[in-house]
């Protein structure tokens, strides 16, 4: 099933069972009739036949985009090479509850009507977790389904200029097409999620370099269903190359929530910065033209590979510290692979241009 087609069954399954719910409680306010000999020992419902027919035909939707949703989701349990993150194992024990709530409820109208009153609260939970399992999933299936700046000219040339120097096997402008970069979507939301749970992929960016390696390492593991193509790796590697700077949207929202939280400006990994990597970076005299244009050439390579360089005009002034922190972080969680040379430039060339002010 293509992400798409997914993501609107998801969307269409949370509206379905909101509706559902809505139409039962108003259903139920209206008083049952005495119907002896009838089939429900508490009456006949005195409720509109129109109404009581449209909530028979949305529940009826529901319990059938439900059932082709399991058919995709429980084999994918069966997939997963790695272990399962706890959103996932959530996500599945939403469904596996609606499921037993389903059957539940439809045995109780066909032949346990003596249960009837139960229906409303039974109604309830199944939306209650239909509201978690939608809100676990749907998000994820919007953000997969439109990155909004992906296709933007700005950034087809940003992906076109990092993507010249690496040899994915495909020209660079074939990639770049939309059908290129759909191409590579729906490798991401339907094969890579076959071992790894899509807000694992997503968490954190790479450099285009990282993306490839990735990509490729994930290629090469043994996979029980829908291996991974060759044809498929260079579009997949430039759709996360173009993703790249949404996902880093994402990241930094996280960690500005994190630095409101009370987290300490000068060490962002919690671990001791790194003062003995880049020692070097204070003894830079960056007065000498040269070696100014040096740093800022190797800033502006480095940087831009997963950032927006204008991300850092929005960075008040802050210390050498921070600066060796950050780009330690950099290297140690997002695997930019920066050498130490280079961090050393781009940590003089950030704390001169966006230090404090000197006295």
């Given amino acids: 099933m293509g992400a798409t087609v997914s993501m609107w069954l998801g969307i269409a399954f949370l509206g379905l069972g909101i509706a559902a719910t809505l139409l039962q409680a108003w259903l139920w306010r209206f008083p049952m009739a005495p119907d002896p000999g009838g089939p429900d020992p508490h009456g006949r419902s005195t409720a509109p036949r129109s109404l009581t027919n449209l909530h028979r035909i949305v529940g009826a939707t529901f319990v059938v985009i439900y059932a082709i949703m399991m058919v995709q989701m429980v084999p994918r349990l069966w997939e997963y090479q790695v272990e399962l993150p ?103 939301t339907n094969q890579c999620v ?41 579009p997949v590697t430039a759709y996360l190359v173009a993703i790249t700077p949404d996902i880093q949207q994402s990241v930094r929202m996280k960690r500005a929530s994190q630095e409101k939280s009370g ?56 210390s050498e510290a921070y600066w060796k922190d950050l780009v330690h972080r950099m290297n140690s969680e997002n695997e930019a692979g920066i050498s130490a040379p280079d961090a050393t ?7 001169a241009t966006k230090g404090p002010a000197k006295p």
């Avoid at 209650?128 to 439109?146: E, N």
């Avoid at 076959?194 to 807000?199: A, E, G, P």
């Fill in 86 to 188: 706890a959103r996932t194992i959530i996500h599945a024990c939403m469904g596996i509850t609606i499921g037993f709530l389903l059957v539940t409820k439809i045995a109780i109208i066909r032949w346990f009507q003596h249960f009837g009153k139960a229906l409303p609260m039974i109604g309830a939970t199944i939306m209650l977790c239909t509201l978690l399992l939608s809100f676990l999933s749907v998000p994820y299936a919007l953000r997969a389904h439109d990155f909004g700046s992906a296709e933007t000219p700005a950034n087809l040339e940003r992906v076109a200029r990092l993507l010249a120097p690496i040899d994915l096997g495909r020209p660079t402008s074939e990639l770049l097409t939309s059908a290129g970069l759909e191409h590579g979507r729906e490798v991401l």
């Fill in 194 to 234: 076959v071992c790894h749970d899509l807000r694992t992929i997503l968490r954190r960016p790479y450099t285009p370099e990282g993306w490839r390696d990735v990509v490729w390492r994930m290629a090469e593991k043994p996979q029980i269903q829908r291996p991974l193509r060759e044809a498929d790796l260079a």
């Fill in 263 to 318: 987290a300490p400006e000068a060490s962002a990994t919690g671990q001791p910065t790194p003062a003995a990597e880049f020692a070097a970076a204070a003894a830079l005299d960056l007065s000498v033209p040269a070696t100014l244009s040096k740093a800022q050439a190797t800033y502006e390579k480095q940087c831009s590979a997963c950032h927006e360089l204008s991300d850092t005009d929005k960075v008040a002034p802050k």
């Fill in 345 to 351: 430039l781009i940590i003089a060339y950030l704390a």
